[in-house]
């Protein structure tokens, strides 16, 4: 089994947050340490979300949306020409500090904060924020699936050893509906009366 040192993914997932990029693993390793894993990740992104195809020249006319301007699009195109740069926008996202936040904002606290800013922010890093929609919707462990297996003790028992893999697959789907189901408050199980 590989030490998680070695699987750089969880890194490149872990400085995907604007608000911390790099602080961290500055704070946990020594300079030499911290510098080596970051050019490691630097290296993943640009091999995994790097934009491999020539600068965008368009050489045809682009197809003109009905309400711009030949003026308007004259402008946009001159403020792309000054925003490019030779440096890729992972070099720039990496070489580029935190960004500031209000820790008393509720906004940073929610779950999808940096799915939101990645969305907010792609036309400006595009490379990143496509790491960013593959990297974050892999969870970072396989909780679930240790939870799964664990679960499927409780269904299968002593006795029923010889169901298939299709049954166990529907009865863990029912059983995990039922539970959804009634922690919602949209399910009563029928009452069980025992006489003797």
Known sequence: ???????????????????IKTILIREQYDKDTADELISRIRTYLKKEFGDNSPATTSQS??????????????????ARQSNTSSQNDID????????????NDE????????????????FQSPQMAKAARALLAVPGAEVDV????????????IRRYRLTGQTMRILTLL??????????????????RTTL
């Open 1 to 19: 089994m590989k030490d998680i040192n070695d699987n750089i993914i969880y890194y490149a997932a872990h400085i995907l947050d604007p608000r």
């Open 175 to 192: 059983k995990a509906f039922f539970q959804r189901q009634l922690k919602e408050g949209k399910a009563v199980l029928p009452e069980v």
């Open 146 to 157: 240790e939870r799964l297996f664990c679960g499927g003790r409780d269904l299968l028992g």
């Open 92 to 103: 720039r996202y990496l070489d580029s500090p935190a960004i500031e936040w209000n820790e």
């Open 61 to 78: 006319t682009p197809k003109m949306p009905a309400n711009a301007s030949m003026h308007h699009l004259s402008l946009l195109k001159r």
């Open 107 to 122: 906004v940073n606290y929610q779950d999808d904060f940096v799915l939101k800013w990645y969305l907010t922010n792609a």
